[in-house]
């Protein structure tokens, strides 16, 4: 396992939504599909591994939060995401019910 994946790793953490709601007022929020290995996603990231990137985001794997997501969320204050932060950015990943 690289460094930089083991350092991401021991930031990996677990947030509900009402901890989340100032980083999406600040438009730092970036959900990760539940398809795909929120650590590998935060590695290419920080690696700047621009093609893999750019293919979930053309895959919509990589989104910023929709307003309807947003209002589901804001319905259950409580839901839980796993949560990655590469500043500037939040990465977060919900957590099935």
Not at 16 to 43: F, N, T, Y
Request: glycine share 2%; proline share 3%.
């Amino acid at each position: 396992m690289s460094d930089l994946r083991e350092e991401l790793r021991e930031t990996l953490d677990e947030a509900e939504w009402e901890w989340l709601i100032p980083h999406v007022q600040r438009d730092a929020v970036i959900v990760v599909s539940q398809d795909l290995d929120l650590l590998a996603v935060g590695e290419a990231i920080a690696s700047d591994n621009t093609s893999s990137v750019e293919q979930w985001i053309n895959e919509q794997l990589l989104t910023k939060p929709s307003v309807t997501q947003m209002g589901e969320w804001n319905s259950d204050r409580q839901k839980r995401f796993n949560t990655l932060i590469l500043q500037p950015y939040v990465l977060v990943q919900e957590i099935a019910a």
